[in-house]
């Protein structure tokens, strides 16, 4: 439980920034202070709170991180996400990964993207896997976490904006999502035969273990490391890896890709390392 010390130690944003840090590992400076105190402000109104220190006040002296946990960890979390971000990673999943998976003889292709956000880098994953399946049958499936429910609850429900869907070709845009009729028109929704092989659940990068498969073919764990500290950045590889197949691949971030350092792990192209 949290220091509530009100006139001991760190302030209580210190306090609040390190429950933070302790609990899911995103690591936020003082010079974020506007920034969160703005992610608040529905929360804030919604307990009839005065401002932030407000918040703040009443989530020490009343004790309440039990019941806050999950409006905490959704307010600080950042959630951005596009289909096809970074484009070049589902080339490599395409020309790599797939045919190293094929030479093992397994029948089922695992990918797991572990923070999934609003699920448009699991629901690419899909379509990537869904084509290569078109051209040689194989099973597949998909992982999607993260620490927000809010996100999750999206990612559930798989409707998306006209202008999220830019990225896709004409083909990939009639193939793998139904337009929305009326009012709705300009909502696009993924069809069920690729919702079906998605499943999303909550899951705390921080805990020591995942009840997750052990051998997973590929992870995407992108732009989310840099929001970590060394140390925390060093354990979680770790125990990625030991969820990789022998023949696995991680994908990070490009700005991630010099934080990776693993005896397991080769690069073999940007932000992009094989199980050895």
């Known amino acids: 439980m949290p220091n509530t010390a009100r006139n001991q130690g760190p302030d209580l944003f210190t306090q609040f920034t390190d429950f933070i840090r302790d609990e899911i590992g995103v690591n936020l400076s003082s010079a974020k202070r506007v920034m969160i105190s703005g992610r608040f402000h529905k929360r804030i109104v919604a307990l009839g709170l005065k401002d932030f220190d407000g918040y703040l006040t009443w989530l020490y002296e009343t004790k309440s991180f039990d019941s806050e946990r999950h409006h905490i960890f959704d307010a600080v979390t950042t959630n951005k996400t596009d289909f096809f971000r970074e484009s070049e990673h589902f080339d490599i999943l395409q020309e790599v990964c797939i045919p190293r998976f094929r030479e093992t003889g397994r029948n ?23 084509e290569q399946a078109r051209v040689s049958p194989f099973d597949w499936v998909i992982l999607g976490t993260d ?39 300009k909502a696009f929704r993924v069809v069920p035969e690729l919702r079906a092989r998605v499943n999303f659940t909550r ?18 764990l992108r732009n989310v490391l840099i929001y970590f500290t060394p ?28 934080v990776v350092r693993h005896p397991a792990l080769e690069q073999i192209a940007p932000a992009v390392y094989n199980r050895i």
């Open 203 to 220: 899951l705390n990068l921080m805990d020591q273990s995942f009840p997750i498969d052990r051998d997973v073919d590929v992870i995407f």
């Open 147 to 185: 620490i927000n429910n809010r996100v999750l609850e999206t990612a559930r429900l798989a409707i998306y904006p006209e202008d999220q869907l830019r990225p896709l070709t004409p083909a990939e845009r009639n193939r793998y999502f139904l337009q929305g009729t009326g009012n709705y028109a």
């Open 108 to 130: 089922r292709f695992k990918a797991w993207s572990a923070a999934a956000s609003t699920g448009a880098e699991a629901y690419t994953l899909a379509m990537v896997l869904a």
């Open 231 to 258: 140390e925390d950045q060093a354990a979680l590889i770790d125990r990625l890896v030991h969820h990789l197949a022998p023949t696995g691949s991680l994908f990070v971030g490009h700005s991630e890709s010099m």
